[in-house]
């Protein structure tokens, strides 16, 4: 009888015990990603623009991500004329799009060039956006200000390390008022923001 209650106790405690430890490692011993809540904006003597855009990530979780892939998408309504009401996304080029591995604990700084996107060469863009971005001059300000919903998202996809299961991580929306004049600091997502006249 003892044998019986044992039994009819320990399968129960077993499965319970095994969802619970399976939950904890795909749910809680996982990689995360968290982003900067603004760009970084900083003059550059390799842009023609005369400034760097940047974005910075860190894996905060507890396990590596490999095969990355990042987007930078840039979502504007009413682009073109013939549907005003709908919205465009755009990938913007950035520094790296793959990347093998992103530790635990460690970050990556992503650069945004919207001189060096060239869907900005579209017909139904303004002609300022234009000849711009064919001059490789054009800014992430610019691009805000083609209309007035326009928007930056960065999308993340990769393997958790352990499990191989795929994940997809999402930033925060940015917009024109997050782009801020300064360098990340080293130590963490923030940026030490500069004055207008002060180079960077």
């Known amino acids: 009888m003892e044998q019986i209650l044992s039994l009819i106790l320990g399968i129960p405690l077993g499965v319970l015990t095994s969802l619970i430890s399976w939950w904890i490692l795909f749910h809680k011993i996982v990689p995360k990603i968290q982003f900067s809540k603004n760009i970084s904006k900083t003059q550059s003597v390799d842009s023609k623009s005369g400034f760097r855009y940047r974005i910075k990530l860190e894996n905060i979780g507890k396990r590596d991500i490999l095969d990355v892939e990042i987007f930078a998408r ?60 064919m001059n490789e001059t054009l800014t992430m300000e610019d691009i805000f200000s083609i209309k007035e919903d326009t928007s930056l998202q960065i999308v993340l996809f990769g393997y958790d390390s352990f499990s191989g299961a795929r994940k997809i991580f999402e930033s925060s929306i940015y917009y024109k008022d997050n782009i801020k004049l300064g360098l990340f600091n080293k130590a963490n997502l923030l940026i030490e923001e500069k004055s207008n006249n002060i180079k960077c």
């Open 74 to 133: 840039f979502k504007i309504k009413g682009v073109k004329p013939e549907t005003p009401k709908n919205w465009s996304i755009i990938d913007l080029h950035i520094s790296k799009n793959r990347i093998p591995i992103i530790k635990k604990n460690t970050n990556k700084m992503i650069r945004i060039y919207p001189e060096k996107t060239e869907s900005f060469q579209k017909k139904f863009y303004p002609d300022l956006i234009n000849k711009k971005q």
